[in-house]
């Protein structure tokens, strides 16, 4: 019954990570980044929209996003929990995200912050440009991803520290013991894991 947020700059493993904790906290994990780019693949009318932000490392608009969102939440594999990647991003979908909870009657209970400091970052991402072609991996847009990130969603830290839900993790080193640092503090703070 976990409700867990992992928010993090771009290229510090949030999407790795999201699918071990989703199995280790037995909780789908819900991506936007992911939901985004299948509906671009899929070529749909919401890709279609999102793909000229994702190309240019802009958010795509919280009017697209938060909808989104919304629906997903209220799905019935959700009852029992979620881990959100890559949302909220913006302090208008963090309200968005309480008033979507306070709907369902749920409260947050932890908030996962992944930090990798920017020469990893934008190594490693310069790697996954080569690997998967991503297209919003260039180097220009790799830098402006990063000041989009500094600008918008780190002050996202602080209202979830004031809340006292952080746990900051450092997301260097192997993919294993990020893993084993995360579902260690987890474990600290008494959310209940499946046995790996
Ligand atoms: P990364 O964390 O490496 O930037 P993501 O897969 O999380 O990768 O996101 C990729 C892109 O998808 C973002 O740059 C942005 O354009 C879009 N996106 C994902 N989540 C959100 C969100 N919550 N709000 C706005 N845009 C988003």
Excluded: W
Excluded at 99 to 113: K, N, P, S
Excluded at 151 to 161: D, G, K, N, V
Aim: hydrophobic share 40%.
């Amino acid at each position: 019954m976990t409700r867990l947020l992992l928010i993090g700059p771009p290229g510090a493993g949030k999407g790795t990570q999201a699918v071990r904790l989703s199995q280790a906290c037995n909780v789908p994990a819900i991506s936007t980044g992911d939901i985004f780019r299948s509906n671009v693949q899929n070529g749909t009318e919401l890709g279609l929209k999102a793909a000229e932000f994702m190309n240019a490392g802009k958010y795509v608009p919280d009017s697209l996003t938060n909808d989104l969102v919304r629906s997903r939440l209220n799905e019935p594999d959700v009852d029992n929990g979620f881990l959100l990647d890559g949302y909220p991003r913006t302090a208008a979908q963090v309200a968005e995200l309480d008033d979507i909870l306070a709907g369902t009657g749920h409260e947050l209970d932890v908030v996962v912050l992944l930090v990798a400091d920017s020469d990893e970052i934008v190594k490693r991402l310069s790697k996954r440009a080569l690997e998967q072609g991503r297209s919003d991996d260039t180097e220009d847009v790799i830098r402006h991803r990063l000041d989009v990130y500094a600008e918008q969603t780190a002050p996202l830290i602080e209202i979830y520290s004031d809340r006292g839900l952080v746990v900051e993790v450092d997301g260097l080193g192997s993919v294993d013991d990020v893993t084993a640092r995360i579902t260690g503090a987890l474990d600290a703070r008494g959310i209940a894991l499946l046995a790996s």
